[in-house]
């Protein structure tokens, strides 16, 4: 498939890094600073370099990207919390022009959610947002398999840099301040952490799964959920859990319409005590019981492999 | 949809008393010995209560089953080991008729695979067999989303009983043939457990499973798999494991073009290590990393909910 990518930022330069791995052809690359487009399949060595030394010349506006030939627009634009712009005008854009569209941006589908779902209504395109969701465990390919009316409440580990830290601090015995540094030197966690671990990432993601199983009967935002962070945990009480069998994990949940992030102790031997960066969404089946997917959480290279499979599903 | 249900032991019976709650309609369900045949919908209650008592009274012959009014036909007779038939004359009838089928019978599809996928290729229904494995969790699924081709190794807990045994075993410290009379008053193995218990209900699941990656390229049947099962395992096998940390489970493996059934020595903190009668499968996949699934193992219930979850997805 032909891609435009749009977003430049570490996720969008993975994606076109990766492009050929998956056997698609990057036609054009950029934001709003300038973008490269070729029909035949941009330079990706040299557009990822003009980018990263932020040498913007030879590149044409956003709006040539936007009009370029291409199949699926990859939306990948940071996330952000409480605008959805100008994520938002990029995918109305490709579904004018009955393009299909994979979202990176959680920030934009958790705030625009059935806006987004009248575009793709009212145009020939698709809209797929894998990626949005832990990473490349397949959930909403599950969700959408076993019918979304069909699932009661879904639950899980949806952020890794926040399951690493506590992960560390329980088997450890360290304070979260020393764990934090830690993970930032490791790159797991950004310079400004609070997207991770004050629950917000986790919480885009309940949702957007909330969203999901609604199929548009109701909508959620992000002022729907109930979300408390990990920054305050004491190392006490971990410390606590492990000698009582258990430990705390920052789980995400959505049941009875009610989207919740919180710290939550959970039995070590619970299948939601994934180690690490590992992520495990549960979800509760009406034919099916409980089900669980799990495996690697998200990060850039995971997210940019995800929306990469998101575009081979369309094709 | 309209389903035709042949086969009529417990598996049979049961996906016929729960398919008006999948929302499908029986209009023909029967095996050999006689069958019921109703365009509008065959009285479920009536003809479960007959097959029950073994009164044959009021039904067609097979033949005017196969003929019936259906979109989607369920194979539904039982697995058996070494011989292909009646099954694989009653998903031929269907296919030449257009129609679906959904298989339930794990020996036929692991013994006729590429022949099945040639009556297949051959009719305008589709073949599906998401019950045929792990039962309810939906593993066929999720490897024909990522693309079999990008799967390198798939390893589990494909068998409910003999996990159950394993587990007893480990955490009461209780022998093998103890536990067996347990499972066996329980109703979780059956009066013969060797198909369980010997490893051969896992391996059948994994010559499926390495016939879906193949993709056709080469076959795989029984007799290409090294298979061993539990009966023999002493439990204080299972004491030793469990003082070093570790458990012994039965598991089921494909890769490198090899299929190995075996207990494991494995962490008791793997993945891989649930309990009582869940069951778990790992993809090991080239743009994903390691993915786990698990919930439910299969019995009579869950098969036969997988079966019609397998219909739905027809329609």
Known sequence: ??????????????????????????????????AFVDTDGIDVANAVENRESRDLSGTDPLEVALDASYDV????????????????????????????????????L??????????????LGELRFEA??????????????LDPTTISAVRGIFNGP???????????????????????????????????????DAALQCVIVANVLEEGNSEYTLDDAAVEGIADLPGSALDLAVGDGRTIRLVGEVSDDQIRV???????????????????????TKHAGRLNISGRGADISTTATAALMDVSRLS
């Open 73 to 108: 627009l990859i939306e990948a634009t940071p996330t952000s919390v409480g605008h959805s712009q100008p994520g938002y005008e990029h995918v109305r854009a490709a579904f004018k022009r009955d393009r299909d569209v994979v979202l990176v941006n959680k920030g934009l």
């Open 262 to 284: 919180g710290p939550r102790l959970i039995p070590e031997q619970s299948s939601l005590a994934v180690s690490g960066t590992d992520n495990i969404v549960q979800l509760e």
């Open 110 to 123: 958790a705030e625009r959610y059935r806006d987004l779902r009248q575009l793709e209504e009212d145009s």
């Open 162 to 200: 926040s399951n690493f830290i506590l992960t560390r601090m329980a088997t450890e015995g360290l304070n979260y301040e020393s764990v934090l540094a830690e993970v930032q030197e490791l790159g797991i966690a950004d310079a400004d952490p609070t997207f991770d671990v004050d629950g917000i």
């Open 132 to 145: 949005t969701v832990v990473g490349t465990i397949p959930v909403m390919t599950t969700i959408q398999d």
């Open 1 to 34: 498939m032909n891609i435009a990518v749009v977003g430049t930022s570490s996720v969008g330069t993975a994606i076109v890094k990766k492009a050929h791995e998956h056997g698609h052809t990057v036609t054009a690359f950029g934001d709003a600073d300038g």
